[in-house]
């Protein structure tokens, strides 16, 4: 008789529509159970309230509540070096959207 043919593993069921900000720590590595801090970037991302540590290199706080997420990039930082903020599979319709609000000095 023929060997059959294995049921494939179903992938990770996309995440729902949401609004998700970092007002909570992260919990399981995970922030609203949708973003994670990848390890696999050259540089980390941290989540702080008020100023980033170094002056006058970021915002005075948060644009939405009192925490957000930022990259230290001051100092020795190559040129090209890369922090990975990674999602679950995300599943869009015709009128969706995904919006971020960020700084650059």
């Known amino acids: 008789a023929p060997t059959p043919v294995p049921t494939p593993v179903p992938a990770s069921p996309p995440m729902p529509a949401a609004s998700c900000g970092f007002e909570q720590k992260a919990q399981n590595g995970q922030f609203c159970g949708l973003w994670s801090l990848s ?37 020795t930082v190559a040129s090209g070096a890369v922090a990975i903020l990674e999602s679950s599979p995300l599943s869009f319709t015709e009128n969706s959207a995904m919006s971020f609000k960020y700084n650059m000095y």
């Open 39 to 75: 390890m696999a970037g050259d540089f980390a991302w941290s989540r702080t309230s008020g100023p980033t540590p170094s002056s006058t290199t970021g915002p005075s706080g948060a644009a939405e509540g009192s925490y957000y997420l930022f990259i230290e990039a001051s100092g």
